[in-house]
Structures are given as structure tokens and as C-alpha cells.
């Protein structure tokens, strides 16, 4: 048998010690590569505003990969399994709600906008035309069927047992003086039945992707001290990771701010 020589040996032992990191996940923010941050992010508006900040991030040294998702349960899926570092398109409740359902511990890290809820119709011109027996569409994730409901109540067409409820359901409405009929879809589907509906409540995001505008549109929207903001979310392992924390900076700048406000004409608020 040949005996390997020394130098064949010390290339040997280098291989070996990189293999590992070859094997990195990438959602793991792993320390060969600090500088690489994945976000998951709805195309409108957080995937446009993670792009905005992309060449400041760049000048820094931090790549960042914006990978945008249609559906909220597997983007919250995609951070929990380490595929992305983190994610920014729900509010707190959407969060709380998702970790009891699957035994997760996501975490929020920073807020971010607010995108003020609306009420929308093809139908019909003003919420006072609303019909007897009127169908009304609402979101059917808990948290924001119970938003959409909230905002119905604080405008009189129903009446809650407990408005502070963040997830009330249908089922605690105790006055419904049009005898409103509700239909709960898929959040992203909403705009796409306005025309079968006489009322479709729909989160700002989905609303934007359909072109409609919420200041102009919407015949019911939220004020723009809405509880629910919009936050970045991370595993508890990697929510104080130095280049995730570059992120978090670089998206609550002067410029970034101006950039929301021209960008989306209050459809989208700054919390920040």
C-alpha cells in the first residue's frame, strides 16, 4: 500500500473542513456566509420596499434575496423550516394566531407600516346601499376575518358581544340589522369576486395587486392608528443576527419612509 504524502495529506484535512460549509442551510444565516439575508415578502408593497433597500444593503456588504409568496401559511412554514431567515407581510395577531395552530415560536422583530384595512364593492357606491340580505366577503384565516368584522362594528353594520375581541369569529355577532350573509375566502381571492359579492373586505396588499386604490376605492377603511402593523418575523435562534439587524435599520430610514408615502399615497403608513 502507498503511503500518502504530507502534502497530499494537508490538501486532504483542507477539503474536509470545508465540507461542511457546503452543506449550510440556506435559511440558517450560517456564519460562512453572514453577509446573505432571505426575506419572504407579498409582492405589494413589502416585496417593492425590501427592493428599495436593496442597493444601501448592497454598499454594506449584505446581500439580500426577497423571494415573494402568495400564501401567508407557507411563507410563516418557509421561516420555521429555515428555507428564508425571516419574512415581513402580517400583522401581530396573524402571527399569534399561526403560532397556536402549529405549535411554532416565530417572532416579531420589528414593525414596520401599517396597511389600513378596507371595505370594497362593484356593486354598489355607498355602504348605505348595501341591500337586505347583502353578501359580504371577509378573509377566513382567524385573525383577519375577526379585522374585518371589527371594522364592520365600529361603522354600525354589526353588532359584536365583544368588540375587543381580536378574533372574533361570525359566530359572536349579536345584531345584523341587514341580515348581512358572510362568506370567508382566501385573502388573496378577494378582489377577484367583487363582482359576485356586494362587499368585500380585503387587506391593502391584495387591494394594491388588484389596482384598487384604498383612499379613493374603499367605501369603509381603518384609521391610520390601526393596531395592526406590519412586522418582520424571524426564528427565536437568528432574530439578533448582525446582518439581519443591518436589515432592520436599513428598513426604518428617512428614506425609506418618503419612499412609502410617495410610493403608496396612504394606502401604506409608517410606523417608524
Do not use: C
Request: no cysteine; hydrophobic share 45%.
Amino acid at each position: 500500500m502507498t503511503t500518502p504524502s504530507s502534502s497530499t495529506r494537508r490538501w486532504f484535512m483542507a477539503l474536509t473542513a470545508l465540507a461542511p460549509l457546503a452543506l449550510a442551510t440556506p435559511g440558517a444565516l450560517a456564519q460562512s456566509a453572514p453577509q446573505t439575508v432571505s426575506i419572504g415578502a407579498e409582492a405589494v408593497p413589502h416585496a417593492e420596499i425590501l427592493e428599495f433597500i436593496k442597493p444601501q444593503l448592497a454598499r454594506e456588504g449584505i446581500e439580500l434575496k426577497v423571494r415573494v409568496f402568495t400564501n401567508g401559511h407557507q411563507e410563516n412554514q418557509a421561516v420555521a423550516q429555515k428555507d428564508i431567515d425571516a419574512n415581513y407581510f402580517q400583522h401581530q395577531p396573524y402571527l399569534d394566531s399561526f403560532n397556536k395552530s402549529n405549535g411554532t415560536r416565530l417572532v416579531a422583530i420589528a414593525a414596520i407600516h401599517v396597511e389600513p384595512f378596507g371595505a370594497y364593492s362593484r356593486k354598489h357606491q355607498r355602504i348605505a346601499d348595501l341591500p337586505e340580505g347583502a353578501t359580504v366577503a371577509i378573509p377566513g384565516d382567524p385573525s383577519n376575518g375577526a379585522r374585518a368584522l371589527l371594522l364592520l362594528h365600529r361603522h354600525g353594520l354589526v353588532t359584536l358581544k365583544n368588540p375587543d375581541n381580536i378574533l372574533a369569529t361570525a359566530r359572536d355577532i349579536v345584531a345584523n340589522p341587514k341580515k348581512l350573509q358572510f362568506r370567508e375566502l382566501d385573502g388573496a381571492l378577494l378582489p377577484r369576486v367583487l363582482g359576485d359579492v356586494d362587499l368585500a373586505l380585503i387587506n391593502t396588499n391584495y387591494a394594491l395587486q388588484a389596482n384598487l386604490k384604498p383612499g379613493r376605492d374603499a367605501l369603509l377603511i381603518e384609521g391610520s392608528q390601526s393596531p395592526y402593523a406590519n412586522i418582520v418575523v424571524a426564528r427565536e435562534d437568528n432574530r439578533n443576527h448582525p446582518a439581519l439587524a443591518k436589515v432592520l435599520q436599513a428598513l426604518k430610514t428617512p428614506e425609506v419612509k418618503r419612499f412609502i408615502e410617495e410610493r403608496f399615497q396612504g394606502a401604506v403608513v409608517p410606523v417608524f
